[in-house]
């Protein structure tokens, strides 16, 4: 189908270590969004040394390329993500 992103990644049930998105553009924001049932993961963003809740159903627009950013355990649950 026709999208304005040029890649998508689906990550399930994965902590995602701590990185920064090498072939990113750092004047484009990626959209991360956060689908599953019952977890309280945390997007972490230690560059601006913020924790951000990221339940299901919340979307987040970041700048990968520019910003270190990861998702730690999050304890029971299942966890989607399409990035």
Not at 6 to 30: C, F, K, L, M
Request: proline share 10%; charged share 15%.
């Amino acid at each position: 189908w026709p999208s304005m992103f040029s890649g998508i990644e689906v990550i399930v049930n994965r902590e995602t270590p701590y990185h920064q998105d090498p072939g990113a553009s750092p004047s484009v924001y990626d959209l991360l969004v956060s689908l599953g049932q019952d977890h309280q993961a945390m997007l972490d963003l230690p560059d601006l040394g913020a924790q951000l809740g990221y339940p299901p159903g919340t979307m987040v627009y970041t700048s990968g390329k520019v910003l270190e950013h990861g998702v730690p355990s999050w304890g029971d649950g299942e966890r989607i993500v399409i990035a």
